[in-house]
């Protein structure tokens, strides 16, 4: 594949997974960059060579740049997979690559740098046209943030210009909320990123998550590929994926994918990538949310819909190879939708589960897909993000396929650990989400009861 030969991929979990099995059918050799905590994970046995880039705390091992990059060079690699998380979003990764002589599998540095930027990326997507909700640029401290708050109205969603994920964000309804939530959001980006500034944007109580994702290379060449919906929502993190989006009109689909478009040719765009939105549930209008420089947990819904390996694009691409399908190639066969199971218990606040994985039997059966990492005998490490699996269910409508993946819910064994999926089926089960009828607070306030 275009003189790749060999990629390190700086990840872990499900993910990692997902790039070995994307190397492999790509004839090209996988060594994962594994923390002391990672070991044996499925990652390290599947791929080619696993190499140790230090302690379990992501610190000083899957955040560390110089780490990374050494572990490239040492093992002979040409190429770096950052998957998502981590460092998938930082652009002190590729420039790194970019000086010793490494591919770096996304965008360039520069164009993480403005695209990441929440707030940045606002400002280009304003410059273009495209609509932004109401709120402000980056704010110098909670005082500048109230008075912007006071301006567009209450309620109001405090957001990290660098963050994702969730991290970063605090929803305020009222002005003697903002200075605490200011300091702890801001506090929270700093952790996390590296760099604490916040910028306002006005809450849409009855909102849709819709996001479309794009390919582009480096030759000028932008495609999407449609669609998602991810509303079902708990605190900011995404439970349940779909694609397409549910009850979104015509014409909104076909100016979310135009913009989207249009803004990764303005960023001069090279790799996969999301462009995210808000849509009001109650009016139909909607807004330029965020754009994420990276693949997303949920790509396998917009997979299964359109037959496009996007992990493979995503290597063919960063090898210089030019985009193998136009706009008028992608076709869309279907429905498909996403659960996340976490090791995370429900009725005690969704506290994360490590252990040990004593029993692992995967569901199996027509439209049924899962990414994971864990087997029997796996023990589920205390210091990452909790998600074991991703369920797929793709189907000939969505009814179809949200009775597939209640399936696979139901004949999913994961014994050792308490997991997300009993909620995750009564939640696809419940009468309002077979409407299409929830938001990205219906979790919390409907089906959890929550306030």
């Known amino acids: 594949m275009g003189g790749l030969r060999r990629v390190l991929v700086a990840n872990r979990g499900e993910i990692a997974v997902r790039i070995v099995r994307a190397c492999a059918d790509a004839g090209i050799e996988s060594v994962v960059a594994v923390s002391e905590a990672d070991r044996a994970s499925r990652a390290a046995l599947v791929a080619d060579r696993a190499v140790c880039i230090g302690p379990a705390p992501a610190t000083d091992s899957y955040l560390d740049v110089p780490r990374v990059v050494a572990a490239a060079l040492a093992t002979g690699c040409d190429a770096v997979h950052p998957g998502y998380g981590f460092l998938a979003e930082r652009p002190e990764l590729a420039r790194a690559c970019a000086e010793h002589g490494l591919t770096f599998v996304g965008p360039p540095a520069d164009v993480i740098a403005r695209g990441g930027d929440k707030a940045v990326a606002r400002e280009l997507a304003a410059s273009l046209g495209i609509p932004v909700g109401a709120g402000s640029g980056v704010l110098a401290d909670a005082i500048r943030a109230a008075t912007v708050a006071e301006e567009v109205g209450y309620p109001v969603v405090l957001k990290a210009a ?50 479309v994702q794009v390919l582009a290379d480096a030759h000028g060449g932008v495609v999407h590929l449609g669609e998602r919906d991810c509303s079902a929502q708990r605190r900011y993190q995404k439970l349940v994926e779909e694609a397409p989006a549910v009850h979104v009109a015509a014409e909104v689909r076909r100016d979310l994918c135009a913009a989207a478009v249009e803004l990764a040719h ?19 209008a909607w807004s330029f949310l965020e754009v994420n420089t990276r693949i997303q947990v949920e790509h396998p819904v917009t997979e299964e819909v359109t037959g496009v390996d996007i992990v ?16 008028s190639d992608v076709a869309f066969t279907g429905h498909a939708v996403e659960v996340r199971i976490n090791a995370e218990d429900p009725a005690r606040g969704f506290a994360p589960c490590p252990g040990t994985v004593t029993r692992w039997v995967e569901p199996v059966g027509g439209g049924l897909r899962i990414d994971t990492h864990c087997y029997g005998g796996y023990t589920v490490p205390p210091h990452y993000d909790s998600l074991l699996a991703k369920l797929i269910a793709h189907g000939r409508d969505r009814d179809h396929a949200l009775e597939r993946l209640d399936r696979g819910l139901r004949h999913l064994v994961v014994e050792g650990v308490s997991t997300t999926a009993p909620l995750l089926r009564d939640l696809i089960r419940h009468p309002a989400f077979r409407a299409g009828e929830h938001h990205t607070r219906w979790v919390e306030t409907d089906l959890l009861g929550a306030s």
């Open 162 to 211: 660098a963050g994702g994920g969730g991290r970063g964000m605090a929803l305020v309804a009222e002005p003697a909320a903002l200075p605490a939530a200011f300091e702890a959001a801001s506090q929270e980006a700093r952790q996390a990123f590296g760099d604490g500034r916040m910028y306002v944007e006005r809450f849409v109580t009855r909102a849709r998550h819709v996001e």
């Open 266 to 284: 303005a960023l001069r765009y090279v790799g996969a990538g999301t462009v995210e939105f808000v849509v009001d549930a109650e009016t139909g």
């Open 312 to 327: 493979a694009a995503q290597l063919a691409v960063a090898a210089g190879e030019p985009l193998r399908l136009r706009q």
